[in-house]
């Protein structure tokens, strides 16, 4: 028993105190890496090609030609295109995106020139047309449909971007029923949308003046207005892995300096950075999945200066506070129907030019030319290959940079009260197969009250296409100053460095600070932060466990814990369906816990921090018992064994004094005191819980009584 105890002890203090070095800065190096343009040019002339899209394995590409009057396809393995005609003449196919029905790929697209959204099956050759109800000026707009994650039916959002309308489109694979739902949007929006991004659950518009999240769960609008910048207006949208909106904001002009990009940080910040060039006029953007980072397209139609250019978010570019405000949805229902035709494949085999090109560093801005102008969109593949479409002149475009490493943080933002700690996870990315040692250091701005630990581990190792993780903790002195600062992470092999930054808010001591840390692998399991199994586990942390002490200490050991593997996981989950699947079977059972839980601090809530410790602890009981104590009761003898010598009221002893070591934590306000008893009493739960199933089993299969 003591040595099980001991063992449990030095599990929760290696915990609390991961990093004790200092972090070391080094000098920055300025890097213009090279790159590699590939290009090949469409086989018929003047075709407009737009839309991009990723198919299911994650290689390019699907896209439109908008004049071709196309739906096409790109082999890159083989430098192969495939074309089909779509059945309506001067449809002006705008974008598409790809969807699996019955382990067969369905290609989705708008027809702005007819009012129209069609599928298409490759594998058929068949085409299903179907006219939108109302009469407006076509479905316009940069990425204007994107498709839901949905495992039982077909989820089409889009813009109809000059008639201040937004639609989604439900396509039913086994009836094969299609209902419309269309609404316009509030007059805050601005006038119309053009991107639109589909998530679980919750929709992203890029409205002209207002950022734009549709939530299914209540129906309803919630608009952050951007920041006014003469007459730009927002083309573009993108989520990260933290459910950040990414957008770009411009305007059409030669001599044009009003072209940012932006992100919004929780629900109240807006962080941009201003493009530097001028008329750089930006229109797509993708977020890189090695990076985080995001990818725009300078289409620069007038100035003639078009490029594709990324963005390295450690220098804090602008930060705007801004209010949300919501608004209801008002969808109106109808069925549609469908024209059927059949189409014909032309293939051609068009060999790539290919040319190497230096980037050029403009500000917070790396640049590489296209050598093109009107380019629409861009996007990211699982390689870290940027591909881009050049309707002027017609080509479709692949960036592949030199082997480079990334840097990336979890979370983003934190916030911290006065007296407290938390933990940030490095993850070092490796980019065209980069293999090599990353040194790692960090610097805060300003840094009164706070102290930022050593990375452990420090150096990274990073093998070619993988990642690697590291921790460093922020710790608050109680006299701190409340406010926002800027924490820059910096990583160099030697040669290149590179730099990332995470926005921290302390908060006063008295107060409870609002929590930025994500449900890393729920999010990736449900495909959105705000499905409702996330928002679920989410709402237990932020509204039972982080209103009182009690549990907001708690949550500062189980962070450092939680974020030292959950990226990990995270990013494998994103990448692996099956993995994804079975992930959900495993969920399901913990988040019934948390409901009964959260049931229990209701209940209670008059009493914040009994409310917190006996709804957390009936949470943990719960979880052990059916994850650990059910299979070892039911598997493993040699441990049942081993629990059944471990007396329940031992446990019950131990837990007592722990509570009451939270009690003086409490009394005493002393947020060290309170962080190890309440993680040693959660411990103590979870191996009570394990022990009490195991004698419940071992009577039922033994036919045995217990003392």
């Keep these: 028993m003591k040595t099980n105890y001991a063992r449990a002890l030095a599990v929760t203090l ?99 020139g007819t009012d129209k959204i069609f599928s298409f099956s490759p594998r058929s050759g068949l085409f299903y047309e179907y006219n939108l109800t109302q009469s407006n000026l076509g479905v316009l707009g940069v990425g204007s449909i994107s498709a839901e994650p949905s495992a039982t039916q077909v989820r089409l959002w889009f813009t109809e971007a000059f008639n201040n309308t937004n639609g989604e489109f439900v396509y039913d694979p086994r009836s094969g029923n299609v209902t419309l739902y ?49 007459s730009a207006l927002a083309r573009s949208i993108a ?74 978010t450690f220098d804090g570019g602008t930060i705007i506070p801004v209010n949300a405000t919501t608004a209801p949805s008002g969808q109106i229902r109808e069925p549609i129907f469908a024209t059927p035709s059949l189409a014909s494949v032309s293939t051609n085999v068009v060999m790539p030019t290919t040319s190497q090109i230096l980037s050029a560093n403009e500000s917070q801005f ?105 921790q460093f903790t922020i710790s608050i002195t109680s006299k701190a100053p409340n406010g926002t600062s800027m924490i820059l992470v910096e990583g160099t092999n030697g ?51 982080e209103k009182s002490k009690t549990g907001l200490s708690f949550l500062i050991v189980f962070n450092a814990w939680y974020y030292s593997f959950s990226p990990t996981v995270a990013d494998y989950l994103k990448d692996h369906v099956i993995a994804r699947t079975l992930m959900k079977g495993f969920l399901y059972p913990l988040i019934a816990f948390l409901f009964l839980a959260s049931r229990m601090y209701t209940g209670l809530s008059a009493y914040p921090e009994l409310a917190t410790m006996l709804s957390g602890l009936l949470a943990i009981a719960l979880t052990g018992a059916f994850y650990l104590g059910l299979p070892i009761g039911l598997f493993t003898r040699r441990l049942r064994r081993l629990f059944l010598n471990l007396s329940l009221k031992t446990w019950g002893v131990v837990l007592l004094g722990e509570l009451t070591v939270v009690m003086f934590g409490q009394i005493l306000s002393l947020s060290i005191l309170l962080m190890i008893s309440t993680s040693l009493a959660v411990l103590t739960v979870l191996f009570a819980s394990v022990t009490l199933t195991d004698v419940i089993i071992f009577h039922m299969i033994e036919g045995r009584g217990t003392d």
């Design 182 to 230: 269309e609404d316009s949007f509030p007059t805050t929006v601005g006038g119309g949308a053009y991107g639109v991004y589909a998530g679980s659950g919750s929709v992203w518009y890029a409205g002209f003046s207002s950022l734009i999240r549709w939530d299914r769960a209540n129906s309803q609008y919630t608009m952050w207005p951007l920041p006014v910048h003469g």
């Design 495 to 545: 040669n290149v460095t590179h730099r990332i930054n995470l926005m921290l808010t302390v908060t006063n001591s008295s107060s409870i600070a609002p929590s930025a840390s994500r449900c890393l692998i729920a999010t990736a399991t449900y495909g959105s932060d705000l499905s409702p199994e996330v928002q679920l586990l989410r709402n237990f942390r932020d509204n039972s466990l």
């Design 239 to 312: 989520i990260d892995q933290s459910g950040q909106a990414w957008y770009t904001q411009g305007v059409t002009d030669a001599n044009g300096e009003e072209n940012f990009v932006g992100v919004l940080r929780g629900n109240n910040t807006i962080q941009e950075w201003h493009l530097p060039k001028l008329g750089s006029d930006p229109r797509g953007i993708s977020i890189d999945p090695i990076t985080q980072q995001p990818w725009i397209v300078e289409a620069s139609e007038i100035a003639g200066n078009g490029t594709i250019a990324t963005l390295d």
């Design 14 to 112: 290696s915990l609390m105190f991961l990093i004790l070095n200092l972090s070391m800065l080094r000098p920055a190096y300025a890097s213009a890496p090279h790159a590699m343009l590939t290009e090949w040019t469409l086989p018929v002339p003047n075709s407009g090609p737009r839309g991009l899209a990723l198919d299911p394995s994650g290689n390019c590409c699907w896209f439109v030609e908008y004049f071709g009057n196309k739906v096409a396809h790109l082999d890159p393995s083989n430098n192969t295109f495939q074309e089909w005609s779509i059945p309506t003449q001067l449809a002006n196919p705008n974008s598409v995106a790809i969807t699996m029905i019955s382990g067969s790929v369905v290609v989705w697209g708008t027809e702005s």
């Design 366 to 470: 790396t640049e590489y030319p296209l050598g093109s102008t009107q380019s629409q969109e861009t996007i990211v593949d699982s390689s870290g290959n940027i591909w881009i479409s050049e309707p002027g002149t017609n080509k479709i475009a692949k960036l592949s940079r030199a082997p480079d490493f990334a840097l990336r943080v979890s979370p983003t933002t934190i916030f911290l009260p006065q007296g407290n700690f938390g933990t940030v996870t490095v993850t070092g990315a490796s980019i065209s197969n980069y293999t090599g040692q990353v040194s790692l250091g960090a610097i805060i701005s300003p840094a009164q009250g706070v102290t930022l630990g050593g990375f452990n581990p420090n150096p990274l190792m990073i093998a070619p296409g993988a990642t690697a993780s590291t």
